[in-house]
């Protein structure tokens, strides 16, 4: 809990019961309007973000939650926990009563879908009608509709003690009203007579409905909206992985120095004061303050930085950085809750339940769509029972007009449209994780990219060598790689990476030494030779002639890293290091552009270093020298000023970003974390994807809205024939397999679509 105002407290409750986005909506809606709450309820996470006043309590809450018709749990309590494992609200537990629930939904789903094909196949195939086909078809249909549908009755009899109706009432009803009318029709009608066939015409015509059944009406919907469901939730349930992958980067033990000895321990624990053993290649337990030792610290994976930390005794030093260099000794400073890292998931954890839940367009309209249906069927009966037809007529109408209601199409709309975009995309690189994620699109207008590995590679590279007169490049090269080559550093990887590929086999150095801050020294053929700062020349008499001088200034105006090479006394070379510029990026950001979308740089490093790859790949927009904790604060910021921000990341630093963003895209080459966090994952790591995903998404979401409005059209429009008693079964059928065949025919065209060349 946090408190956010003075006398005011911040809870975060575990939902449960909620089935769709307007369940979310309604418990909003209750909880604010309790005396001194604020609270927002996200239906992606299932959790409720509660500031509330001193006067209100934690019970009065669930109270309200509970009297809403669903349920609520308080957080776990705090424990002291470090880094890797703080205890973050929001964060996953790790046994999820979500995988329950998932496991239950995949069992009636099977269960369905193999009981539910040969009903719909007797009905729908008169061959197949044997004299007691519809027999079978009750044995087959009853678990379908009973247990296979149960979460749908379940759902709707919640909804209504609350004067509340859904997508769940409208399946339960027609699928209710399809199963009861084929009962009273086997057993008190005429439809249980031996040899009883359903004749495939198509003839428009009144019938008191005691020979008709509509079993596979029932069972097919049912089947069809529980696979919709159950791919939904599944989605829906990776929504705290983010907060399980950020917690997953740190050390998961420490080498900690007492009483003369080192001691290997869980680094949960670690206490303030500790002094741990960080070895080179090792990762930084926790926050604290290097007091022995120097090196160089990778720290990319948290700040973005591209350009390794060097440290040395009092610096600061944050827990979950890679130690690049030579050994360290730390005190802890924070663990726990404390650390950079905790607070980080904290970040992610806000900026998840602070999103605004997609409102399903399905449920918008079901919303008015459902009780219209009721309202239409009572009146109906009513109707033909004031003009005499008799109450087997009237009953047959106004159980048609449910029937036919019925959503057989619009349970296939969203997740067949889904299913074949998020296969094209999947085909290439692109992953979308839920239909929520796609009514984001259509509205974005400013697209903000993470600098490091996402504009640029990620890895330092060698751009230009500048040999003095009288050197060769090649020899240069051949050198100072052979040197470098024996380096740890990040920066001497990529000279001698360079100098391998370009001039082949390396010699072997002698006498190496690394100088902590400055650079390297050795013997490479007999010569004797240094790599490094300036200043490592400097310190032995070697000073660069002017021409260096000159170069070395225009590259570091460029935000470049440059180290001189000299041997034998004379400096021979200065080289150009930095995180390259990937080759697709400019493209990229020009069909970004086309797609109506302002490009932003966002990035940790300096602002010479952003301007210079701003400049190559095009962008006007640059915010630099952002610390991780403050890239979600930019989002907040761009969105306050009334855009409508879509983020592109691949750093643990970018997580909260992309969470905060109305849409997140991870590039799949980054970590975990940025991939949970995104809403949709480049899987190529190609810049240019982030385009054809948009493009991709926003075609999903046009083929499901076209897919919706199709499927109700044909509701709307059947009604009248079902309300006025002149809708045979095999009609209503053979209209809802077209309209089923149309929706699966549209969203089919999907596979037609191309990345743009």
Known sequence: MTPRTPGATRVELAISGMTCASCAARIEKKLNRMEGVDATVNYATEKAGVTFAEDVSLDDLIATVEATGYSARPPEPSRSAPAVGAAVPGAPAEEEPADAELASLRKRLVAAVVLAVPVIAMAMIPPLQFQYWQWLSLTLAAPVVVYAGLPFHRAAWTNARHGAATMDTLISLGTSAAFLWSLWALFLGTAGMPGMTHPFEFTISRSDGSGNIYLEAAAGVTAFVLAGRYFEVRSKRKAGAALKALMEIGAREVTVLRDGREITLPTAELSVGDRFLVRPGEKIATDGTVTEGSSAVDVSMLTGESVPVEVSVGDPVTGATLNAGGRLVVEATRVGADTQLARMAQLVADAQSGKAAAQRLADRISAVFVPVVMGLALATLGFWLASGAGLTAAFTAAVAVLIIACPCALGLATPTALMVGTGRG???????????????????????????????????????????????????????????????????????????????????????????????????????????????????????????RNAEDLAEEQGRTVIAVAWDGE??????????????????????????????????????????????????????????????????????????????????????????????????????????????????????????AIRLARRTLGTIRTNLFWAFAYNVAALPLAATGLLSPMIAGAAMAFSSVFVVGNSLRLRGFRAAD
């Open 426 to 548: 999947a085909q290439l690189g692109i992953l979308i994780k839920g239909p929520e994620v796609l009514e984001t699109t259509r509205g974005v207008d400013t697209v903000v990219l993470d600098k490091t590995g996402t504009v640029t590679t990620g890895r330092m590279t060698l751009l230009k060598v500048h040999p003095a007169e009288g050197a060769a490049e090649s020899e240069v090269l051949r050198i100072a790689g052979a040197l470098e080559h024996a380096s740890e550093h990040p920066i001497a990887r990529a000279v001698a990476e360079a100098a391998a590929r370009e001039v082949g086999e390396l010699p072997a150095p002698e006498d190496f030494a690394n100088i902590p801050g400055l650079g390297v020294r050795g013997v490479v053929d007999g010569h004797a030779v240094l790599v490094g700062r300036r200043r490592l020349l400097s310190e032995r008499a070697v000073e660069l002639p002017e021409e260096l």
């Open 571 to 692: 400096a021979r070379a200065v080289l150009e290091v930095a995180d390259a510029v990937k080759e697709t990026s400019a493209e990229a950001v020009r069909r970004l552009r086309a797609l109506g979308l302002s490009p932003i740089l966002l990035t940790g490093d300096n602002k010479a270093v952003a301007a210079s790859v701003a400049a190559e790949v095009g962008i006007d927009e640059v915010i630099a020298e952002v610390m991780p904790q403050d890239k979600a604060d930019v989002i907040a910021k761009l969105q306050a000023q009334g855009r409508r921000v879509a983020m592109v990341g691949d750093g643990v630093n970018d997580a909260a970003a992309l969470a905060r963003a109305d849409l997140g895209l991870a590039m799949g080459t980054g970590t975990d974390a940025a991939i949970e966090a995104g809403d949709l994952t480049l899987v190529r790591g190609d810049l240019r994807a982030a385009a054809d």
